[in-house]
Each structure stands twice: as C-alpha cells, then as structure tokens.
C-alpha cells in the first residue's frame, strides 16, 4: 500500500462519517485530488489508487504534468483564471471551477475548439466578505448561468467557493450553507447545476454536512505540498 493509498483510505472514512451524519450517501461526494506542487510520480500514485479527477492552480506547472500523466486524466483548473490563461485552459482542461465574469465565459466559449467536449464550468462564488480569492457575489451567478447556457462550448455543472477558513466546524457551516442554499435557488429556477464543489482538507465535514457534491483535497491525500 502507498501512502497515498493509506491517506485515501482515511480521506474515505472521513467523508462517509460525514455523509451519514448529514443523512446522505458517501457515493455522492466526489473526490477531486488537489495535485498542485506535487509531482508527476504523486499524480500516478494518486491515480493508482483509483482517483481520475486532478486539480491544479498553476498553469505553468499543470503544462508542464499533464504530458506525462495519462490522456484519460480529468483536469480541473481550479485557479486564479486572468485573460492571458483562458486559451490554455480551453485548450487543455476538463473542467473550469473558477469561472468569475461574462468576459472569462466569452473567451472560453471562443477559445474552446470543436474537437473537444464542452468545457465543464463551475461558477466561484464569493460566500463572504474578504474576497481574496475571487468569484462573483451571490446575486450576479444567475445571470452567469444565463450566459453560460447559452455558451455551445461550455457546460454549465455547478458552483464553487473557497470561503475564509475558520477553526471550527460551527464557524465553518454558514458560509458552506449560504453557497447550497444559492444552488438550491439557481436549480429551482430551472438551471441545470449537479456539482457543488466545496470542501478542501481542514473543512470537508462541514462542507459535505452541507451538501456539497465534490470536495477538491489536497493536503489529506498528498501530505504537505512541497515549497
Ligand atoms: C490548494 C487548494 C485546495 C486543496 O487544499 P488542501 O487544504 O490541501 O486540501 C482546494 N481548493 C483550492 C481552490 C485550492 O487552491
């Protein structure tokens, strides 16, 4: 057994405590391995260990592993997205989760090209006030979801949010239950979301006690990222 092995072993038995808890099932939280600043070899291991789906921040560096990792390997670009990077992540990646303006889907939606399948998008919300991290305030998604509906090479999947961290599970939930209850509201307004990616190694309880449908995990699985 690797030790990502064992980690994921844990990282498993954590997110079904969790599911049960909350009343759901383990099967509907979906494990998106944060491979950024690990290296290609970790990639593999992770991937013998049955995970597919990998997230990274760095352009650069992703360019860099995705040739030596496997063609079937799902890539998630979970960074910072600026209008120099959006060619490169239509070009390369599965999926965008940090979607945070109408130029951003503009772009993408032109840059993707025809022999690939529709970008997977997830709208970043910003759940509190700080906004270090970006995303569009809760009442400007709707209109974000419009646009990306009608975008042919993008697909609409879901919303993200890297809130604040907070030290306790309490503290945790209402920033993860204000990003569900905005999704419960887009759905009910008729737009086709299935993916609430919240969740990250310090607050995955709170945030699958919450509802979310994919935590992005990096720490519990790799160990501490390299400097
Ligand atoms: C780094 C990162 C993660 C993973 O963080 P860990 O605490 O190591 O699990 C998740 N999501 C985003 C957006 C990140 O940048």
Redesign the pocket.
């Known amino acids: 057994m690797t030790r990502i092995t064992k980690h994921l072993v844990n990282l498993q038995i954590r997110i079904r405590d969790a599911a049960h808890t909350a009343g759901r099932n383990e099967s509907d939280v979906s494990i998106l391995a944060?491979s950024?600043r690990q290296s290609v070899d970790a990639i593999h291991k992770a991937q013998a260990a049955g995970l597919n789906a990998m997230?990274e921040?760095y352009l650069r560096e992703a360019l860099e592993k995705m040739p030596l990792c496997p063609p079937e390997t799902e890539w998630h670009f979970?960074?910072r997205l600026q209008s120099n990077k959006t060619r490169a992540v239509a070009e390369h990646f599965d999926w965008v989760?940090?979607l945070d303006s109408a130029k951003m889907v503009r772009r993408l939606n032109a840059q993707r090209t025809a022999d690939r399948a529709p970008l997977n998008a997830c709208i970043q919300i910003r759940v509190d006030d700080h906004g270090a991290?970006g995303g569009v305030r809760p009442e400007e998604a709707a209109e974000l979801c419009r646009l990306i509906e009608a975008s042919p090479r993008l697909k609409l999947r879901g919303l993200m949010a890297?809130p604040e961290p907070a030290e306790t599970q309490a503290g945790q939930r209402p920033a993860f239950r204000r990003l569900r209850e905005l999704y419960d509201q887009l759905r009910s307004e008729g737009f086709e979301l299935d993916t609430l990616s919240m969740g990250?190694?310090?607050d995955l309880e709170a945030a699958i006690l919450e509802g979310s449908t994919m935590v992005?995990?990096?720490?519990?699985l790799f160990g501490p990222?390299p400097e």
């Not at 992005?216 to 519990?220: C, D, F």
């Open positions: 944060v950024k997230g921040n979970i960074g989760q940090t991290h890297i990250m190694t310090g992005r995990i990096g720490t519990a990222r």
